[in-house]
Antibody, heavy 120, light 108 residues
Framework: QVQLVQSGTEVKKPGASLNVSCKAS????????ISWVRQAPGQGLEWMGW????????NYAQKLQGRVTMTTDTSTSTAYMELRSLRSDDTAVYYC?????????????WGQGTLVTVSS | EIVLTQSPGTLSLSPGERATLSCRAS???????LAWYQQKPGQAPRLLIY???GRATGIPDRFSGSGSGTDFTLTISRLEPEDFAVYYC?????????FGQGTKVEIK
């Protein structure tokens, strides 16, 4: 069965960097992409960006350009999201979700979420 | 960027009633690439509907999606107790992908 398993809870100080991993299993990793979505406390869903596990192409939300980097390791079927220069408003649950390899598709599988708290 | 506006913000209904949720896009959604998700507290979203009207695997047939262009609807024909949750629409036809702000379906 398809699974996306994310790394655990993080507590960070403002200005620090965050790294979240998302390990995929149960499907051919390089036939899809991964999108990252975050949800601030009590708020809605915000799309952060996408990476193709097929060719490594990326597409980031404009508001995060310059602070976010998404990568994949096809040897371990793992996607990574790095967010730098953290601020208090980056406090959120971060999700990875299976997306298309080239074009967009509905997110049919999601990780369990990673709670990130940014506080001094 | 395509802005998705969901209405109403909150829908108060009783089990057994019909729920109709709306998602309106600021521009036409390419190829009807619109999805609906259900989210319960403390859980990841769950895909219900893809490509505006396709039902995802394992989703009961009381859930249906319709629409095209800029106007989309999610209908729950008869609410079950487990259907009370927040519902989001999502367009993936034009970058950046975007989500609506959500509609909460609560027990009346």
């Amino acid at each position: 069965q398809v699974q996306l398993v994310q790394s655990g809870t993080e507590v960070k100080k403002p200005g620090a960097s965050l790294n979240v991993s998302c390990k995929a299993s149960g499907y051919t990793f390089t036939s899809y992409g991964i999108s990252w979505v975050r949800q601030a406390p009590g708020q809605g869903l915000e799309w952060m960006g996408w990476i193709s596990a097929y060719n490594g192409n990326t597409n980031y939300a404009q508001k995060l350009q310059g602070r976010v980097t998404m990568t994949t390791d096809t040897s371990t079927s793992t996607a990574y999201m790095e967010l730098r220069s953290l601020r208090s408003d980056d406090t959120a649950v971060y999700y990875c979700a299976r997306d298309g390899a080239v074009a967009g598709k509905a997110f049919d599988y999601w990780g369990q979420g990673t709670l990130v708290t940014v506080s001094s | 960027e395509i802005v998705l506006t969901q209405s109403p913000g909150t829908l108060s209904l009783s089990p057994g009633e019909r729920a109709t949720l709306s998602c309106r896009a600021s521009q036409s959604v390419s190829s009807s690439y619109l999805a609906w998700y259900q989210q319960k507290p403390g859980q990841a979203p769950r895909l219900l509907i893809y490509d505006a009207s396709g039902r995802a695997t394992g989703i009961p047939d009381r859930f249906s999606g319709s629409g095209s262009g800029t106007d989309f609807t999610l209908t729950i024909s008869r609410l079950e107790p487990e259907d009370f949750a927040v519902y989001y629409c999502h367009q993936y036809g034009s970058s950046p992908w975007t989500f609506g702000q959500g509609t909460k379906v609560e027990i009346k």
